[in-house]
């Protein structure tokens, strides 16, 4: 399985300027730690609590039949002030799919998803997906990351999943992890030892901005 750990600049100038992979800093650093294809029974609450002992905030991309499944814990998120963000209602991959089916499963995903912002699953958006769906409402934000954790890799050791977030992570990064049965292991091992990484570090967690 191959990916980048730390999203290459070049990479970046492909994509309409738009798309958002990191955060200006001004005088408090603050970092962005991110999960995808939640809610889950287990993962979520876990990160919840993880979050909560070290004052932090995130944002969850939640896909919207997860969100269906289960509203106690969607709204869970909302009761404890963390970010929510629109992951699709079907984890639907952009390059793979027509234009007009993908933005319907967009806004299908928002009617249980309050939130305009989004994450491509795997990355994967066209250039004219991303842009249509960026005219059709000047509120949209696309966030996409520079740090990948790998959590997802079952090939990767909790271990290198952490290594992966420390080595790589630094001030207006955005770092995702999962909260999915696929990535438990390597997410409940790493998440708790990155925040305190960045607790060492003095560095704000932050939700990413909504404006």
């Avoid at 009761?79 to 209602?89: A, L």
């Avoid at 790589?168 to 438990?184: L, M, R, T, Y």
Wanted: include cysteine; aromatic fraction near 12%.
């Amino acid at each position: 399985m191959a990916y980048w750990v730390k999203t290459p600049k070049w990479l970046k100038r492909i994509f309409p300027r738009e798309m958002i992979w990191s955060i200006p800093q001004n005088d408090k650093p603050s970092v962005y730690i991110t999960f995808d294809d939640g809610p889950h029974p287990v993962a979520t609450p876990f990160a919840i609590d993880q979050l909560e002992k070290h004052d932090a905030k995130a944002t969850f991309f939640c896909i919207g039949k997860n969100v269906e499944a289960h509203p106690d814990i969607y709204q869970a998120l909302q009761d404890k002030g963390q970010g929510i963000g629109n992951h699709t209602h079907n984890h639907m991959n952009g390059w793979k799919t027509n234009t007009r089916i993908y933005l319907s499963n967009i806004l299908k995903a928002k009617q249980v998803i309050n939130s305009v912002l989004f994450r491509p699953p795997y990355g994967r958006i066209k250039i004219s997906q991303a842009r249509i769906l960026l005219r059709s409402n000047p509120s949209w934000k696309i966030y996409m990351w520079d740090v990948l954790s790998g959590d997802f890799d079952l090939n990767l050791s909790p271990e290198q999943c952490l290594e992966n977030v420390i080595t790589n992570i630094e001030p207006g990064s955005i770092v995702v992890f999962h909260d999915s049965e696929k990535a438990w292991e390597r997410m409940s091992y790493a998440l708790p030892e990155v925040l305190a990484y960045c607790r060492k570090q003095n560095w704000e967690i932050s939700a990413l901005p909504k404006n």
